[in-house]
């Protein structure tokens, strides 16, 4: 959803053809505070969280602007 104007969004739905949990889900978002806020590990993580990467194939696409 865009913050700027609520109306636009876009909406994919598929089935969900991998989901990746634990270790390699922190690496990966580590990996990203790096590149993105150039910290070596992501600074909002909560202990309570679990984090978790949904790769999912689309069956469809609806975009709205």
Same mark, same amino acid.
Do not use: C
């Given at each position: 959803? /865009?913050? &700027?104007? @609520? +109306?636009?969004?876009? &909406?994919? =739905? !598929?089935?969900?053809? /991998?989901?990746?949990? !634990? $270790? %390699?889900? /922190?690496?990966?978002? /580590? *990996? #990203? *505070? $790096?590149?993105? #806020? !150039?910290?070596?590990? +992501? @600074?909002? =993580? =909560? %202990?309570? %969280? %679990? ?5 999912? $194939? @689309?069956? &469809?696409?609806?975009? #709205?602007?």
């Amino acid at each position: 959803m /865009d913050a &700027s104007n @609520p +109306y636009n969004m876009v &909406s994919i =739905r !598929g089935i969900v053809e /991998d989901m990746i949990r !634990g $270790k %390699e889900a /922190d690496d990966h978002i /580590d *990996a #990203l *505070a $790096k590149r993105y #806020l !150039g910290v070596d590990r +992501y @600074p909002f =993580r =909560r %202990e309570d %969280e %679990e984090r978790v990467i949904i790769r999912i $194939k @689309p069956n &469809s696409i609806f975009v #709205l602007v």
